[in-house]
């Protein structure tokens, strides 16, 4: 779990599409935070460099503490980060108000380890492993990803919910038959040695929460 990334957030008094277009263009991005404890939803403005700061790292996983327009701070995770389908630049982010003590749906990144360590790998094998996982968890113990050690992974072999070492008070939200790593066999591999057989890559249950790209400007 990592420390709290500090962020600021400016005021935005205008809202509508033209307004958050003048506000792109003047180096900011829009924003909004909401909670269930948050009375009235926030809205302002972030600078540019601060978001793709964050949006370059595991910004999924990622605490933050956002100090607002009023002077308050508060801890939030970023539900939601817009980009243009064109040029990847941030068009919006929605904060959510993270509750000490309160439980939190997230989508935790997935790392692997081990992969050219892996004897089917060596052999010619593909490896596909899910990009994130959703997990429950307080928000103290936010894991920053999940490790999937893919070392021991032979052709046809894979890895499955149950089978991760997940952080103390961290639930995966997955049936624990669900797999999240295996390697099938490329089509190099099967043209060499077709008496051999593994499970191909669409005979395979892979789930993973994935996050629809909208390519319109974000509606307030």
Known sequence: MSELVTVEMEAREKTGKGENGRLRRSGYVPCI??????KENIKGKLKLKDVQKILAGRWEST???????????EMCIIREAQRHPLNDMPLHIDFLHLVRGRKINVNIPVEVIGRDDSQGVKDGGVLEVVR???????????PDVIKVDVSNLAIGDSIHAKDLNLPEGVELLVEPDEVVAIVVTSRGVEDAAPEEEAPAAADVE???????????????
Not at 63 to 73: A, F, I, Q, S, T
Request: hydrophobic share 40%; glycine share 6%.
């Open 33 to 38: 935070l909401y909670g269930p404890e948050i």
């Open 63 to 73: 605490r933050l503490n956002v100090k607002l327009p009023d002077g308050n701070e």
């Open 132 to 142: 994130e996982l959703e997990v429950s968890t307080l928000p103290m113990n936010i």
């Open 206 to 220: 892979v789930v993973a929460k994935g996050k629809a790209a909208k390519e319109d400007e974000a509606a307030e």
